[in-house]
């Protein structure tokens, strides 16, 4: 099946710098990255995603990139403000195999941003 | 996005209890849905999938008579612990899609708590 490995666990930034979170994943039949935020006790919600068939992908202060050949894909978020605190979430979505359909998750990455 | 509810939000129940926790899709049709587990600081585990009309699929080590799920509706899926136990304690949270390799919007999440 599929595996997802994430990093850092934990991430402490200034508010207004950069802060980057990789993931790599195992199975070359993924081809569907969702990325989650979810704040303490709620649920995840899907910030970013990316499909096989692209690059890059921007949508204002988030931007994520995949490198199929290398399996692994990155959330970048510029400009962060303390309300991006949270942990996220990195997965994976099998397009075939075993694991069809099911989303695989990365283990989160505690995010700190401090004023 | 598309809408799941899932309730109750947060249950406390005596150790031997059975718990009932519901899933819906409010405004679309979930023909797959997902249950997962989420200990404290820790990312989601899958615990099985559910087609409509058909047996829910477990994954590995989840006991499928302790976990009763019924998938039976389009809009509608549940989770029974059966004869919880304190180490069953654990936030709960449902996905919801309209199809395998589709997004999955999940629901709020219930916290589980057994004494």
């Known amino acids: 099946g599929e595996n997802v490995e994430q990093h850092p666990s934990t991430l402490s930034v200034q508010e207004g710098d950069s802060a980057v979170i990789k993931c790599t994943y195992s199975?070359?039949?993924?081809?569907?990255f969702p990325w989650y935020k979810q704040e303490l006790g709620k649920r995840p919600q899907l910030i970013i995603d990316i499909r096989s068939n692209v690059g890059e992908k921007k949508d204002q202060r988030i931007a994520v990139t995949l490198n199929k050949t290398a399996k692994h894909f990155s959330l970048h978020i510029t400009e962060t403000q303390p309300e991006d605190s949270a942990v996220y979430f990195c997965?994976?979505?099998?397009?075939?195999?075993?694991?069809?359909?099911?989303?695989?998750f990365g283990q989160g990455t505690i995010l700190t941003v401090h004023p | 996005g598309a809408v799941v509810s899932q309730h109750p939000s947060r249950v406390i129940c005596k150790s031997g209890t059975s718990v009932k926790i519901e899933c819906r899709s409010l405004?679309?049709?979930?023909?797959?849905m997902f249950w997962y587990r989420q200990f404290p600081k820790k990312s989601l585990m899958l615990m099985a999938t559910s087609n409509e009309g058909s047996k829910a699929t477990y994954e590995q080590g989840v006991e499928k008579d302790k976990f009763l799920i019924n998938h039976a509706s389009l809009t509608l899926s549940t989770l029974t612990v059966t004869s919880a136990h304190p180490e069953d304690s654990s936030f709960y949270i449902c996905?919801?899609?309209?199809?395998?390799?589709?997004?999955?919007?999940f629901g709020p999440g219930t916290r589980l708590t057994v004494l």
């Open positions: 997965a994976a979505l099998p397009a075939g195999g075993t694991s069809y359909g099911k989303l695989t």
């Open positions: 996905s919801a899609s309209s199809g395998r390799g589709n997004e999955q919007f």
């Open positions: 199975d070359s039949a993924s081809n569907y």
């Open positions: 405004d679309f049709q979930a023909t797959t």
